[in-house]
């Protein structure tokens, strides 16, 4: 879930046999919720993602659909109710879900996550990259292999 004002907006999911793709939103102050009339491109039904706030719009990155492990990127605008798939540049991050993303400035940092390695080997094997994504030019990259990074997580 993510908040913009008062209000907080939750995004897909997983009910243990179907991945979904529609937005709910609970307002804060009535403690409703609301199913929302959207427009634009939905994005694929999907779980484990992040859903990173940024003024009045929220970055939709990853997550698994049930079968893929997921790469796109989709905005949605909280004010006008419209997702958008911008175009991307530079080296975006391969598909992954249960990674993390943090905003600094205009510039979300995405972190670990799984992208299905070890998956025939019967093992996790969790991801220790880390991506950054400017949102002024929507240029993704992947900062040098850091001498002594963090072991990978999920």
């Given at each position: 879930?993510?908040?913009v004002d008062k209000k907080l907006f939750m995004f897909g999911g997983y009910d243990g046999e179907k991945c979904f793709n529609d937005i709910d939103i609970l307002d804060l102050d009535t403690m409703t919720w609301i199913s929302p009339q959207v427009h634009g491109n939905l994005p694929m039904a999907r779980n484990a993602h992040t859903m990173t706030v940024l003024g009045?719009?929220?970055y939709l990155f990853g997550g698994h659909?049930?079968?893929k492990h997921l790469k796109d990127l989709h905005?949605?605008?909280t004010?006008?109710?419209t997702w958008t798939e911008p175009q991307i540049f530079g080296?975006?991050?391969k598909g992954l879900r249960g990674h993390t993303a943090n905003?600094?400035?205009s510039k979300i940092y995405l972190f670990g996550g799984y992208d299905g390695r070890g998956r025939s080997l019967k093992k996790i094997i969790p991801?220790?990259?880390l991506y950054v994504l400017n949102t002024e030019n929507m240029h993704w990259s992947h900062p040098l292999e850091f001498e002594k990074a963090p072991s990978g997580r999920q």
């Open positions: 879930m993510s908040r009045k719009k929220l659909s049930g079968n905005v949605f605008d004010e006008t109710l080296s975006s991050p905003l600094i400035g991801s220790n990259d």
